[in-house]
């Protein structure tokens, strides 16, 4: 095709620049180039010619084959989608399969760990006592032997101080002081009494109190992560999400 256009393109430079005739519209042209010209458009034209009907006859042959191609490669790509959509979906459900027995186990971890700070809190809770309650019998005993040992000693002074009628007056005096002191002392040890008592119980209270607030927040935890199957993380059958609904 290209020689053809180019055998067109020199017959055209010859025509244009050939001779005119005087007077008239017509030219002298060699003819010996003309006719070389026109052999080659001649020879050129039929092989180029042949070329486009063939690609004319076997259009419908492309066409179709083109269509079959392109209908094999869609069902090729939909069993691909398919397949993978399966794996996807496989995937998807081993997935959530592994995120729920994970759930799970903590779930049992947080109460078994929850279970065994409550009786550790208890078993404590039962020895602090116990000691508070044995501590404050001692001291309760002491002072009150205190008490009758400084009571027994005012009245044996009083009574000595009695028996002499120049110092009636000192000797009740100094009675009155000694009981005034047994008095104090007693007061005195029930104080510390109730302080070493009260120290111990919050001690108790300050150990149970972190307990609490370690499981309450394990607890939030589990809850902000999310339950399985989605649901919301919110506290389950009414509770308020803190350590004392695992000690009720």
Request: hydrophobic share 40%; proline share 2%; aromatic share 2%.
């Amino acid at each position: 095709m290209y020689r053809v256009f180019e055998s067109l393109d020199a017959l055209v430079t010859v025509v244009e620049e050939a001779r005119g005739v005087p007077m008239t519209a017509n030219c002298v042209v060699p003819r010996g180039d003309v006719l070389e010209l026109l052999d080659d458009v001649r020879e050129a034209l039929p092989g180029e010619l042949d070329d486009a009907q063939d690609v004319l006859d076997r259009r419908d042959e492309v066409l179709s084959e083109a269509e079959r191609e392109a209908e094999e490669a869609r069902s090729s790509a939909e069993a691909d989608a398919e397949q993978m959509l399966a794996d996807a979906r496989a995937e998807a459900e081993r997935t959530i399969s592994a995120a729920r027995e994970e759930a799970e186990q903590m779930v049992a971890q947080a109460r078994h760990e929850a279970e065994r700070a409550i009786a550790e809190g208890r078993r404590q809770y039962a020895e602090l006592t116990d000691r508070a309650r044995d501590e404050a019998d001692r001291l309760a005993h002491a002072g009150r032997a205190a008490h009758d040992r400084y009571v027994a000693d005012g009245q044996a002074e009083q009574a000595r101080l009695v028996s002499q009628t120049d110092v009636v007056h000192a000797a009740n005096s100094e009675a009155a002081r000694i009981v005034d002191a047994a008095d104090a002392e007693a007061d005195r040890l029930r104080r510390e009494c109730d302080s070493y008592v009260d120290a111990k119980l919050a001690e108790f209270e300050d150990a149970l109190t972190k307990a609490l607030r370690t499981v309450s927040r394990g607890r939030s935890q589990l809850w902000r992560g999310g339950s399985p199957g989605g649901m919301s993380s919110g506290a389950p059958n009414g509770r308020s999400g803190t350590g004392m609904d695992l000690i009720d």
